[in-house]
């Protein structure tokens, strides 16, 4: 079983509670009034930092509280351990001597459980899962979709902002989200991934792309503050650039200047510094016609995580002929190869096509030998 | 809101589509039609794709346009 950051709270607000009852009953009735009310303190605190754990103040007042009771329940432990070492002979009775050492047990595992909680239970990254596996997040606006996920990420998520991202935290679970200049979102997690969402046709954002990074690169991005893009060298939110080796570049690329010409039926047309990859969705038995590259006006989408089955690429690229794609193709194209996008697909009424993917043109086609494949889709 | 398809069997329909459509596939040719090829609809399924003899086609209606009417129908 995995616990969240709230049921880890809890867990330990109940569990030092607990210790806390345990021992104040324990000795309530062979030591004096000042010890047990001090245990029962000790117990409330605990109460009051699982509660507000998972209620109101967040991760620091809590852990503070959390902290100082396990320092008290540790203190109280040492000592009655070092009283009883010391001098065992100022116990009067068997009953009270073993009370202490069963409080100094309790108090100093109580203590240890807590100071060194981090250690036992790990943040929990499971709870980015639904997010980060591809569930459809849910809010039309980025605001919207930051809501979401502070509700995903529990009552104890705080959030701040590091130039253009803004950073959502829960223990030591993260979250930073940049939207780009598209209106695509673009979330980097603590656990080592860059995912990117679009709004489908439905106003709801659907996982487009993941990729993983190293932990240490994204956070030194979002701490300076760096826009980040799939493809650095040509767009916010292009292509991956095929000969790049994965890492996050710190500068988000730029789209191309007004009047350089690159700008074609409303759509910026990016002329990309290095090679980038599309897929292109057709079917196996044309494969002889690719030969001399696409055609001047075909459409491709990027090839970014595993392929679509057939009905889905139809469906989110609202290709309008009854009979679904078999295939997908590999276009890869230089600088040379103008390309326009990325956009996103409209939703089609006739037929209905849900689109939400994203589209890129090539006005001019590419160059023979551009296009590889095909290769089968279900 | 559904729009039902304005065509019938045996009208006859001029392929007319989108610059997009054509884009989208490498030889739209591949489905039996060219572009202002002007055809007989054989069967319409699903209420919206027209397909012609030999089952060529497959795309939705408003990729056409009506060439001619069927015998004896008349234009409402």
Same mark, same amino acid.
């Given at each position: 079983m995995v616990l969240d950051g709230?049921?880890?709270?809890?867990?330990?607000? &109940?569990?030092? /509670?607990?210790?806390?009852?345990?021992? +104040?009953?324990? =000795? #309530?009735?062979? !030591?004096?009034?000042?010890f047990t009310m001090t245990m029962m303190m000790i117990a409330a605190m605990g109460v009051l930092g699982g509660a507000l754990k998972?209620?109101?103040?967040?991760?620091?007042?809590?852990?503070?509280?959390?902290?100082a009771g396990s320092v008290v329940l540790g203190g109280f432990g040492l000592s009655n351990l070092a009283s009883w070492w010391n001098n065992p002979a100022q116990t009067t009775s068997d009953v009270k001597q073993g009370s202490g050492n069963l409080?100094?047990?309790?108090?100093?595992?109580?203590?240890?459980?807590?100071?060194?909680?981090?250690?036992?239970?790990?943040? &929990?990254?499971? /709870?980015?899962?639904?997010?980060?596996? +591809?569930?459809? =997040? #849910?809010?039309? !606006?980025?605001?919207?979709?930051?809501?979401?996920?502070?509700?995903?990420?529990?009552?104890?998520?705080?959030?701040?902002?590091?130039?253009?991202?803004?950073?959502?935290?829960?223990?030591?679970?993260?979250?930073?989200?940049?939207?780009?200049?598209?209106?695509?979102?673009?979330?980097?997690s603590s656990e080592g991934k860059m995912v990117r969402y679009v709004r489908s046709a439905d106003d709801q954002w659907v996982l487009d792309g993941m990729e993983s990074f190293t932990a240490a690169s994204a956070?030194?991005?979002?701490?300076?503050?760096?826009?980040?893009?799939?493809?650095?060298?040509?767009?916010?939110?292009?292509?991956?650039?095929?000969s790049t080796s994965g890492t996050l570049a710190t500068t988000g690329a730029r789209p191309p200047p007004e009047g350089t010409g690159l700008r074609e039926a409303g759509a910026t047309v990016v002329a990309a510094k290095g090679t980038q990859a599309f897929r292109h969705y057709g079917y196996a038995e044309d494969a002889a016609k690719f030969q001399g590259g696409l055609r001047?006006?075909?459409?491709?989408?990027?090839?970014?995580?595993r392929p679509m089955h057939g009905p889905t690429a139809q469906n989110r690229l609202a290709l309008p002929n009854e009979a679904p794609p078999n295939a997908y193709y590999k276009v890869r194209v230089g600088p040379e190869t103008p390309v326009g996008g990325?956009?996103?697909?409209?939703?089609?009424?006739?037929?209905?096509?849900?689109?939400?993917?994203?589209?890129?043109?090539?006005?001019?086609g590419t160059s023979p030998g551009s296009v590889e494949g095909p290769f089968l889709i279900p | 809101m559904k729009i039902n398809c304005p065509f019938s069997v045996g009208d006859l329909v001029r392929?007319?589509?989108?610059?997009?459509?054509?884009?989208?596939?490498?030889?739209?040719?591949?489905?039996?039609?060219?572009?202002?090829?002007?055809?007989?609809?054989?069967?319409?399924?699903?209420?919206?794709?027209l397909y012609f003899d030999g089952g060529k086609g497959g795309f939705p209606w408003n990729e056409f346009s009506l060439a001619k009417l069927r015998e004896g129908d008349e234009i409402k």
């Open positions: 709230n049921a880890q709270g809890g867990l330990i607000g &109940n569990l030092q /509670a607990g210790v806390g009852w345990v021992t +104040g009953a324990l =000795v #309530s009735p062979v !030591t004096d009034d000042n998972g209620v109101t103040l967040g991760r620091l007042a809590t852990t503070v509280l959390q902290r409080n100094a047990a309790f108090t100093m595992l109580a203590g240890a459980l807590i100071l060194f909680s981090p250690m036992l239970f790990k943040p &929990n990254s499971k /709870a980015l899962g639904p997010v980060l596996d +591809g569930t459809v =997040v #849910s809010g039309t !606006t980025a605001s919207q979709v930051v809501d979401d996920m502070i509700a995903r990420m529990g009552p104890g998520t705080f959030s701040t902002q590091s130039g253009a991202w803004k950073v959502l935290q829960n223990n030591k679970v993260w979250l930073a989200l940049q939207e780009l200049k598209d209106g695509s979102l673009v979330i980097l956070q030194d991005i979002v701490a300076n503050g760096g826009k980040v893009g799939f493809n650095p060298q040509a767009t916010a939110s292009g292509p991956e650039v095929a001047p006006g075909s459409y491709a989408t990027h090839n970014r995580g990325p956009r996103p697909v409209s939703p089609t009424a006739i037929p209905p096509r849900a689109g939400g993917g994203i589209e890129y043109t090539f006005p001019r | 392929f007319t589509p989108s610059t997009r459509t054509v884009g989208l596939y490498q030889d739209i040719g591949r489905f039996g039609l060219q572009p202002n090829d002007i055809v007989v609809v054989r069967e319409i399924r699903s209420g919206m794709y």
